[in-house]
């Protein structure tokens, strides 16, 4: 069965670094998110994406934050200059047309020291 | 807009006793629902989808919910606990077409 992967599953990174989250969402799917889970809280959205630009952002997606599908397969999500608290688990999400059902990947703990 | 209440943030069983996991929406129409689970430190699996074929949804592992429109619930329910039932449970719905708004979950604990 096709599924939404993600690498790498675990980043360490210092403070004011930048770290791109990668993703490959399911091949024949159209509308891709990225969600993000601070340690003991609920999932928050970030930010979608169709069509080749962002469809709809929260207000957590600052001008840090950057997403693109470079080659029609991955999608990444871009940190500029991380900070302490976006340390948390971030999620990829996939789903085709025509479907509210999202697939979603194995998640990427970030930890920003 | 479409909101999402869990009622309880943390609820314990005795294994083989039933689970009740509470889940109220808010909707200006009759939404999609669903139900996520999450286990230690993995990733987010579907357990089930209300997608209005049926009002009772049948999900994996047993688990079921249904969706009461007079009451604007969407509780989850499971005859008999398994330890291995224990995890975080969100409720889930969709707005617009562009993304979901998660509950605050749920953290079931099953003891033996």
């Known amino acids: 069965e096709p599924e939404v992967t993600q690498t790498p599953s675990h980043q360490v990174t210092q403070m004011g670094q930048e770290v791109i989250l990668r993703c490959v969402p399911i091949?024949?799917?159209?509308?891709f998110y990225w969600y993000r889970q601070i340690l003991g809280q609920k999932v928050e959205f970030l930010v979608s994406?169709?069509?080749?630009?962002?469809?709809?952002k929260s207000e957590i997606f600052d001008d840090q934050f950057s997403v693109e599908r470079p080659d029609g397969s991955n999608f990444t999500l871009k940190i500029r200059s991380t900070k302490l608290e976006d340390s948390a688990m971030y999620f990829c999400?996939?789903?085709?047309?025509?479907?509210?059902?999202?697939?979603f990947g194995p998640g990427t703990r970030l930890t920003v020291t | 807009a479409q909101s999402v209440t869990q009622l309880d943030s943390h609820v314990s069983v005795s294994e083989g006793t039933p689970v009740l996991l509470r889940c109220n929406y808010s909707?200006?129409?009759?939404?999609?629902l669903f139900w996520y689970v999450q286990h230690p430190n993995k990733g987010l699996q579907l357990l089930l989808k209300?997608?209005?074929?049926?009002?009772l949804v049948k999900g994996i592992n047993g688990f079921e919910a249904e969706f009461k429109k007079s009451e604007t619930s969407f509780h989850l329910t499971k005859p008999s606990a398994h330890m291995s039932d224990a995890a975080e449970y969100f409720c889930?719905?969709?707005?617009?077409?562009?993304?979901?708004?998660f509950g605050t979950g749920t953290r079931l604990k099953v003891l033996a």
């Open positions: 994406f169709y069509n080749n630009e962002i469809s709809e």
């Open positions: 999400a996939s789903n085709p047309a025509f479907s509210y059902e999202q697939y």
């Open positions: 209300y997608t209005s074929a049926a009002t």
């Open positions: 091949s024949n799917h159209l509308y």
């Open positions: 889930v719905v969709p707005s617009g077409t562009y993304k979901y708004i």
């Open positions: 909707s200006s129409y009759s939404p999609s």
